[in-house]
């Protein structure tokens, strides 16, 4: 008889969200480090599924705060996906004329209550990481 379990609850320091943890890390990063960084807590950069999502990381980040998220063109220009290579299913997904930065504003911020913008990747930032409470 085998028994599967699934952790009820985030570890220590994170916020639940469905069946998702999250955490503001508020060291400013360049894009790559602070992806390596969520690997390295075994989440990834936060992707935003829905408008409910999206209203959640609100409530987690400071008035007006900007954040990398896990979203970027680098494979190919104009084509942005998360970082599992699916595509942003939020419509409007982008916040005033963005993305605007063409091949030199290759990754995703999210700017707390406006939406997402194109910035360089090697820009610094605070970032959200995200982990399902469902394969760990």
Known sequence: NI????????KAGWE????????????KENFYLANSSCISAE???????????????DTILEKGEKVFV???DIAEE???????GSFPKLD???HG???DGGEKENCGEYVQNHGFHD???DDTRPYVCKYSLLNL
């Open 119 to 121: 910035i360089k990747c």
């Open 70 to 72: 896990g979203m970027t």
């Open 43 to 57: 989440a990834g950069l936060v992707s935003v599924e829905d408008f409910e999502e999206r209203y959640f990381l």
């Open 78 to 84: 104009g084509r942005w996906v998360w970082m599992d």
């Open 92 to 94: 409007p997904l982008w």
């Open 3 to 10: 028994s599967i379990y699934f952790p009820d609850t985030c």
């Open 16 to 27: 639940p969200y469905n069946s998702f943890c999250y955490k503001v890390f508020r060291t």
């Open 97 to 99: 004329n963005h993305p």
